[in-house]
C-alpha cells in the first residue's frame, strides 16, 4: 500500500473515528462553559467526559453502555470519597491507596473493566488538587462531573445508532490487514537473502496482532449476532467475511515447511522467486480488500493470480526437467497456494450484486466463540490471594500511589504534584516487562513531546493558530494512544502545554515540573516493579503452556475423530481450532514478555524457546493434516493412523500432567480422549499417494510431540529418554 493509501487508511480506521469523538466530547463542554464565562466550569465537565470516553472502547453497544455506567459511578464515588478525606492528609493516603487496589482489582473482569477502573484512579487523582479551589464546593464538582459523563455517553450512544455496525466493519478491516501483513512475513521464507530465524520471530509476534484483533471482531460482532443475522444484509456480511478470513488464516498456517531446507535445494534455481512475488501480491490483495472495506467501497480485485499460477507451474516443471529435482514439497506450496486465491475469490463474490442475496446460512453457533464474562463477586473473591497477579498489581500499586502522593507532600515538585500519581498510574502494569516498556515510552514521549510543545508556545503567539494546534494535538494523542502510546504522548504533552498557557500559566515553567514529575513517578513505578511482589514471567509460563498443551491436543484430537469415523460437527472443529489460534498467541506473548526481564529472572529461556518453536511446528502441521484428513477418502484412512494418532495424544498428555501442578484453580481439568475405530477401518484400503502423505504427516507430528515431551521433562527437570525428530 503506497503511504497515500496509508494515511487515508489512518483516517478511514476506528482509530482516527474514536479519536474524533473523544476529542469533541471532551472539548465542546468547555468551549460552551467558556463562552458564559465559566472556563473552570466547562474543565470539569469536560473531564468526566474524556473519563468516560476513555473507558468507551470498541466492543458490543450492550457491553459499551454498561461500560459508561459504571465508569461514571466508579469516578463519582472516586470524586466523593476523594473530597471528604482531602482536609486530612492521613486520612486521604489511606483513601488513595484504598481506592487503587479497589479500581486495579476492576482488571479481573476483563480488559473493559480495567479501564473503567483506571478512569477511577484518573478522576481520584485529579480531585486531589481540584479542591484547592475554594469556590468549589463538594456538591457542584460531583454534578459537573456527573454532567460530562452523561454529556459523553450520549455522543457516544447517538452516534452508533447512525452507523450500527460501522465500529465492526472497521475492525474487521484492521484484521484483514494484520493477516495480509502475516502473509507477507510468510512470503520471506522463500526469499533466500533474509534469515529465517529473525523471519520466525517476526511471524511469531505477527500472530499475536492478528488473534488480538481476531478476537475484537468476534466480540462485536457474535454477541450481538442474533440481531445482526435476523434483520441486516450488512451484519450477515460482515459475519460471512470474518470466518472466511479464519479459514484463510488457517490455510495460510498450514504452509509451513522445512524452509532452510528448501531454499538449499531449490534456491539456485531461481524458483523460490516465484513463490515469493506471488505470495507477497496475495498480502497485498488482502491490505486492498482491507483498505476498501474500511472506506466503504465496493470491492475490486487488484490481481488477476491466474498468470501467477500458472508461471510458478512453468517454473516448477522446468525445475524437474533441467534440474533433475523432486519438486513435490513445491507442488504442495503451489496447491497451498491456489487454495488461497480461491478464498480470496470468494470473498469478492459477496459483493456481486446478483450473489447479496444468495449468501449462504452460517453453520457453526457464533455465541460459542465468545469469552462470557459475567460481574460476579466470587470472582473477585477467589483472587483476593498473593497467588494471583492481579492481586500482587493492585497491591502494588496501592503501595506506590501512597509512596509518591506522600513525596509529593515532602518534596517541593511544584504544584502540580499529581502528575507523579498519574505517571505511576499509567506506567505500573501487572508484569516487570511491560512496565518497563510503558516506562521508556512515557519518559521518550514526555521530553520530545514537551520540547516540541516549548518550541510552538515561542514561535506562535496567535491564540486562534494555538487553538487549532491543541485540536490537532488532541486528535492525535486520542487517536494514537491504541496504536503507539509513545507517539501518543509526544502529542498529548504540547496539548497540555497549551492548554495551560490559555490559563494564562508559566509554560516553561509547567514542562519542568512535567518532565521532574514524570521522572519521578517512571522512577518510582519502575523500581516498584523490582522489589514490591514482582510477577515474574518465568514463574507464570508453566500455566500457560498447559493451557497450549492442551489445545493442540483437543485439536489433534480432532483428526482422530475423523479416521475412527467419529467426525466432529464444524462447530466443535472451529473451536478447537480458534482455542488453538489464542493459547499460540499467548504463549508466544509470554516468551516475548519473558526476553525483556533482568537476566537473573529469565529461567530456562533456550528450553522455553524450543517449546515456543515446537509448539508453532506442531500447529502448523496440525492444520495440514486436518485439511488431508477432511478430503481425504475412507480408502486412505487406516487402522496404523488411529494408532499413531493415539501415541502422539498420549505423548501431549504425559506433557500436560507434568504441568498439572501449575495449573490455576480456574482452569479446566484436563481429561484424555478414548475414541474407538470401527472393527473394519482396513477393509477398504487402497494403497495411494494420499494414504502415504497422511501416513507420513502423522508419523511426522508424532515425533514433534516427542520433542516437546523431551522439551517439557527439561523445564520440569524430569529424566527421560532422547528421542524426537533428530533421531
Known amino acids: 500500500m503506497s503511504k497515500a493509501k496509508d494515511i487515508q487508511n489512518f483516517f478511514y480506521s476506528q482509530y482516527f473515528s474514536d479519536g474524533l469523538r473523544l476529542t469533541f466530547g471532551t472539548i465542546v463542554p468547555a468551549l460552551v462553559f467558556s463562552a458564559f464565562g465559566s472556563l473552570q466550569t466547562g474543565i470539569i465537565v469536560s473531564l468526566g467526559a474524556m473519563a468516560v470516553g476513555l473507558s468507551d472502547t470498541p466492543g458490543p453497544l450492550h457491553h459499551r453502555r454498561n461500560g459508561m455506567f459504571f465508569c461514571t459511578l466508579s469516578v463519582l464515588v472516586a470524586a466523593l470519597l476523594t473530597n471528604l478525606t482531602s482536609g486530612i492528609p492521613l486520612l486521604l493516603v489511606v483513601t488513595l491507596m484504598a481506592l487503587s487496589f479497589l479500581f486495579s482489582m476492576f482488571a479481573v473482569y476483563g480488559a473493559r473493566a480495567s479501564s473503567v477502573g483506571t478512569m477511577g484512579i484518573l478522576i481520584m487523582v485529579l480531585s486531589i488538587s481540584a479542591m484547592d479551589d475554594p469556590s468549589l464546593n463538594v456538591g457542584n464538582y460531583l454534578l459537573y462531573i456527573l454532567a460530562g459523563c452523561v454529556w459523553y455517553t450520549l455522543l457516544s450512544l447517538s452516534l452508533h445508532q447512525v452507523r450500527p455496525y460501522r465500529q465492526a466493519q472497521q475492525e474487521l478491516a484492521e484484521s484483514i490487514l494484520n493477516v495480509a501483513d502475516y502473509i507477507r512475513i510468510k512470503a520471506n521464507f522463500y526469499a533466500s537473502e533474509l534469515d529465517t530465524e529473525k523471519n520466525y ?32 444484509e450488512i451484519g450477515r456480511l460482515l459475519i460471512l467475511i470474518f470466518t472466511d478470513i479464519i479459514d484463510l488464516f488457517e490455510q495460510s498456517m498450514a504452509t509451513h515447511y522445512d524452509y532452510d531446507a528448501i531454499r538449499e535445494q531449490f534456491g539456485p534455481t531461481g524458483v523460490l522467486q516465484q513463490f515469493h512475488v506471488t505470495i507477497r501480491r496475495i498480502g497485498n490483495e488482502l491490505e486492498h480488500l482491507s483498505y476498501q472495506i474500511n472506506a466503504n467501497k465496493k470491492p475490486r480485485a487488484l490481481y488477476n493470480f ?25 507442488r504442495k506450496v503451489l496447491i497451498n497456494i491456489r487454495n488461497l486465491v480461491q478464498r480470496m475469490d470468494s470473498l469478492y463474490s459477496y459483493f456481486d450484486l446478483k450473489a447479496k442475496n444468495s449468501l449462504r446460512k452460517e453453520e457453526t453457533d457464533l455465541s460459542k ?22 492481586f500482587r498489581h493492585s497491591l502494588r500499586m496501592a503501595i506506590v500511589m501512597g509512596i509518591g502522593y506522600l ?32 516506562n521508556f515510552q512515557r519518559l521518550v514521549g514526555t521530553v520530545i513531546g514537551g520540547v516540541a510543545g516549548a518550541v510552538i508556545l515561542l514561535v506562535v503567539k496567535d491564540e486562534t493558530s494555538l487553538f487549532m494546534l491543541l485540536l490537532l494535538f488532541m486528535v492525535a494523542t486520542f487517536s494514537l494512544i491504541r496504536i503507539s502510546y509513545v507517539v501518543s504522548v509526544m502529542f498529548m504533552t504540547p496539548y497540555v502545554l497549551i492548554l495551560f498557557s490559555f490559563l494564562g500559566m508559566n509554560t516553561l515553567s509547567i514542562l519542568q515540573e512535567r518532565i ?12 516498584s516493579s523490582y522489589v514490591i511482589l514482582p510477577s515474574w514471567e518465568s514463574v507464570q509460563v508453566y500455566g500457560t503452556m498447559r493451557k497450549l498443551l492442551i489445545a493442540n491436543y483437543q485439536y489433534i484430537a480432532q483428526a482422530l475423530k475423523i479416521i475412527a469415523g467419529q467426525p466432529p460437527n464444524v462447530t466443535e472443529y472451529k473451536l478447537a481450532r480458534k482455542e488453538v489460534y489464542v493459547t499460540t498467541a499467548n504463549m508466544a506473548s509470554a516468551f516475548q514478555r519473558m526476553m525483556t526481564e533482568p537476566k537473573s529472572k529469565q529461567k530456562d529461556m533456550r528450553d522455553v524457546n524450543r517449546f515456543v518453536v515446537f509448539n508453532h511446528i506442531l500447529s ?8 488431508h484428513v477432511q478430503e481425504a477418502s475412507e480408502t486412505s484412512l487406516t487402522g496404523d493412523q488411529v494408532k499413531t494418532v493415539r501415541k502422539t ?19 479446566e481439568v484436563f481429561e484424555e480422549i478414548e475414541i474407538s475405530s470401527p472393527s473394519d477401518i482396513d477393509d477398504n484400503n487402497i494403497d495411494s499417494e494420499e494414504l502415504r502423505l497422511i501416513t507420513d504427516q502423522l508419523q511426522f507430528l508424532k515425533r514433534i510431540a516427542a520433542d516437546l515431551n523431551n522439551v517439557c521433562n527439561d523445564l520440569k527437570k524430569q529424566p527421560t529418554p532422547r528421542k524426537g525428530v533428530g533421531q
Open 649 to 667: 495424544l498420549s505423548l501431549l498428555a504425559q506433557s500436560i500432567r507434568l504441568f498439572d501442578a501449575d495449573a490455576e484453580d480456574d482452569d
Open 516 to 527: 521532574i514529575d514524570t521522572l519521578i513517578g517512571s522512577g518510582l513505578a519502575f523500581l
Open 369 to 390: 466463540f465468545i469469552e462470557h464474562k459475567d460481574i460476579d463477586i466470587k470472582k473477585l473473591r477467589e483472587n483476593l490471594t498473593i497467588k494471583s497477579t492481579l
Open 620 to 627: 502448523s502441521y496440525s492444520v495440514t493434516l486436518l485439511n
Open 407 to 438: 513525596v509529593s507532600l515532602t518534596f517541593d515538585v511544584g504544584t502540580h504534584g499529581y502528575w507523579i500519581l498519574l505517571t505511576i498510574m499509567v506506567i505500573l502494569k501487572p508484569g516487570f516487562s511491560l512496565t518497563k516498556e510503558r
Open 201 to 232: 520471530r517476526a511471524l511469531i509476534d505477527q500472530q499475536i496482532t492478528v488473534s488480538t484483533h481476531q478476537d475484537n471482531v468476534r466480540d462485536q460482532l457474535f454477541r450481538g449476532k442474533k440481531k445482526i443475522r435476523d434483520t441486516t
Open 306 to 330: 491466474k498468470t501467477d499460477l500458472e508461471r510458478i507451474r512453468a517454473a516448477i516443471d522446468r525445475v524437474e526437467k533441467k534440474d533433475q529435482l523432486n519438486t513435490l514439497p513445491l
